[in-house]
């Protein structure tokens, strides 16, 4: 599977933006697809994830992002609304392969098989 992630940019505070991430491969509907983010000199942060059956958010992001996919395109998307000058970070997609009950194991970078190479989310005070 390879993941290609666009749709960063500069925005200011309030503001909305859309990332996308485009997957390769037939059975992407299986993979739960993941948005982590990260930021110099920090690890990487879970955000959203959607599995075949469930959506989980990080609690800074709950209410304000939306992850959702479209199957058929093979794309998932971040819709990130009323944005904050902390959520400045370099955005990541990622997949697993291997289905989990509950967050727990979506919230770990270690749970995905697949990272897209990154769009960088600037938000402006």
């Known amino acids: 599977v390879q993941l290609q992630a666009c749709g960063g940019g500069l925005v200011q505070a309030g503001g909305s933006l859309r990332l996308s991430c485009a997957a390769s491969?037939?059975?992407?509907?299986?993979?739960?697809m993941a948005w982590f983010r990260q930021t110099p000199g920090n690890e990487r942060e879970f955000v959203a994830v959607?599995?075949?059956?469930?959506?989980y958010y990080a609690r800074s992001v709950e209410g304000r992002f939306t992850i959702s996919r479209d199957n058929a395109k093979k794309i998932v998307y971040l819709q990130m609304n009323s944005l904050k000058p902390e959520d400045t970070a370099v955005y990541y997609c990622a997949a697993s392969g291997t289905d989990y009950t509950g967050s727990t194991y979506y919230r770990r970078g270690e749970t995905y098989d697949y990272w897209g190479q990154g769009t960088q989310v600037t938000v402006s005070s």
């Open positions: 491969g037939r059975t992407f509907s299986r993979y739960a």
């Open positions: 959607i599995s075949q059956y469930d959506t």
